[in-house]
């Protein structure tokens, strides 16, 4: 099952987006969520995991005070409120499930851990 990411657009440095990601209960309540992006010429990278074990959350330190990680269950959507937007935050982002673990692994996120990736969402941080 692929999961969809919606909610990009064009933002100016220092502005925000919240990004949503929809799957099914049973997507939600079987494995950690994690949320990724891809600029051009560059390797996917991990932004944000969310535990659906314990609702925990692990952010890379690339985002980390600026970005914020939720889910809502009764809507079946995981978020991402990204504030304090920067150009180099431009990129497609992906949200996809970790390929067993409901939680999110101490190491961090690695695209190898994941799948169901769906189509992305285009961020562009400009002014």
């Known amino acids: 099952v692929q999961l969809q990411a919606s909610g990009g657009g064009l933002a100016k440095p220092g502005g925000s987006l919240r990004l949503s990601c929809v799957a099914s209960?049973?997507?939600?309540?079987?494995?950690?969520i994690g949320w990724f992006r891809q600029a051009p010429g560059e390797e996917r990278e991990g932004v944000a995991c969310i535990s659906s074990r314990d609702g925990s959350k692990r952010y890379e330190d690339s985002v980390k005070g600026r970005f914020t990680i939720s889910r809502d269950k009764a809507k079946n959507t995981v978020f991402l409120q990204m504030n304090s937007l920067k150009a180099e935050d431009t990129a497609v982002y992906y949200c996809?499930?970790?390929?067993?673990?409901?939680?999110?692994?101490?190491?961090?996120?690695?695209?190898?851990?994941?799948?169901?990736w769906g189509r992305g969402t285009q961020v562009t941080v400009s002014s």
């Open positions: 209960k049973s997507t939600l309540d079987r494995y950690a």
């Open positions: 996809a499930t970790d390929r067993w673990a409901d939680y999110c692994r101490e190491y961090g996120l690695l695209v190898a851990d994941f799948q169901s």
